[in-house]
């Protein structure tokens, strides 16, 4: 017997994101105490490759499929509409979802453009749902320590803040576009690296050291012309290849941005680093379970106490002090990517039966792609641009 209230999901989409998603629905209850009880009832694609979302819908147990999306959000059964179709979709699904009064998950980055976010965003605070956009990176637990450490005032005031996300996989020429790289086409993805990784790091250094007052960015695309995978022929490539930015702070600090799909050796290197006056944090996601801190002074008399032991501290995440790990294993078992999306929605669900307001949501992605669309605008006239 459970107490349990239903939520009936429809999945909009079923590629990678459908996949850690869906997990997270499937595995919610095993590791946290809800009160919903998530239920797949359908899972959209638009039909091209019925083998494959019928694959998708056996492997996690959807109930049945569907290759008109419109017609899961009319359904008077589904409570969480769940956007993780490519970029282009987001914002008539998100629309759609919020009229019809649905809970709404959407992956990042929120919209192809502002203009489309503010609207998305207005239609959410008309119909007053709840929203998270999947910032799944927040709920790394070494990242969310990251954040509670700066919050305790151990870093002190901050200087500096350093971020990279870095991948390698665009080196080829011969690496096609279109299909499941949608992620290479602007018509589909709005933008490269800045909207698809850029909008992971933006998102988690305002989260952590505030708002970014102006930045100044450069972009480049290295390969010009890709093939597309489904039309067989050559398209130009308009998106952004690689995306440096210097950001501005709003409490003073300043920081320095990388991203991009060349950095031959790396795969999802995604760092942060902050540096303080009482202290220092560095994390990594190619290590995702370690913190490294380093402690100069006391933050409550902002008194030195670095002595000879004194050095970088390599704080293995795996206690049950440690953000979401008490919901795991035992102190030296490590969790993974895909429990980034189990603890986000654990939170979500936590804030819907609270309550309370749930971050990252709508707001917070349209307050991400506002800087990602300041970025693609400096780069493109080459000067500072305010964020407002
Ligand atoms: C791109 O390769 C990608 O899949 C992003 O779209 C995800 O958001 C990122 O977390 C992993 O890399």
Request: glycine share 8%; hydrophobic share 35%.
């Amino acid at each position: 017997m459970t107490n349990k209230k239903t939520l009936n999901v429809g999945m909009l989409g079923y590629g990678f994101m459908g996949r850690t998603h869906t997990n997270a629905y499937c595995q919610v209850n095993h590791f946290f105490k809800t009160q919903f009880n998530p239920v797949l009832k359908v899972c959209y694609g638009r039909g091209t490759d019925m083998a494959k979302l019928k694959d998708f819908q056996s492997t996690w147990g959807y109930e049945s499929i569907e290759t008109d999306w419109r017609k899961i959000v009319e359904r008077d059964d589904i409570d969480i509409v769940n956007v993780v179709s490519p970029n282009f979709l987001h914002h008539d699904m998100v629309i759609a979802a919020a009229e019809a009064g649905k809970i709404i998950i959407c992956e990042k980055p929120l919209a192809m453009n502002v203009k489309e976010a503010e609207a998305m965003a207005a239609a959410v605070k008309k119909a007053n749902v709840p929203t998270m956009v999947s910032f799944n990176y927040r709920r790394v637990p070494a990242i969310a320590l990251f954040k509670q450490i700066v919050d305790e005032g151990r870093v002190g005031r901050p200087f500096h803040y350093r971020a990279t996300y870095n991948q390698d996989y665009t080196i080829s020429k011969n690496v096609p576009s279109g299909g499941a790289l949608w992620r290479l086409s602007a018509k589909v993805a709005g933008s490269g690296v800045t909207g698809d990784l850029v909008a992971h790091s933006v998102d988690t250094a305002e989260w952590i050291n505030g708002p970014i007052e102006r930045i100044c960015a450069h972009t480049e695309i290295f390969i010009k012309e890709r093939k597309n995978m489904e039309t067989g022929q050559m398209e130009q490539i308009t998106i952004d290849d690689a995306c440096m930015f210097l950001a501005v702070f709003k409490n003073g600090s300043i920081g320095t941005f990388e991203s991009t799909r060349y950095a031959r050796g790396r795969k999802n290197y995604s760092s942060m680093e902050i540096n303080g006056e009482h202290g220092a944090c560095y994390f990594n996601l190619e290590d995702p379970e370690y913190l490294d801190f380093f402690r100069y002074a006391d933050p409550e008399t902002g008194k030195k106490i670095e002595d000879h032991l004194t050095g970088w501290q390599k704080i293995l995440v795996t206690n049950s002090e440690h953000p979401y790990m008490k919901n795991y294993w035992v102190p030296g078992l490590t969790i993974g990517y895909e429990h980034t999306f189990i603890n986000g929605l654990a939170d979500f669900f936590k804030s819907i039966e609270d309550g309370t307001k749930f971050s990252a949501n709508i707001e917070d992605g349209l307050r991400t792609q506002k800087v990602c669309d300041a970025i693609l605008q400096s780069a493109k006239e080459k000067r500072w641009i305010e964020i407002n």
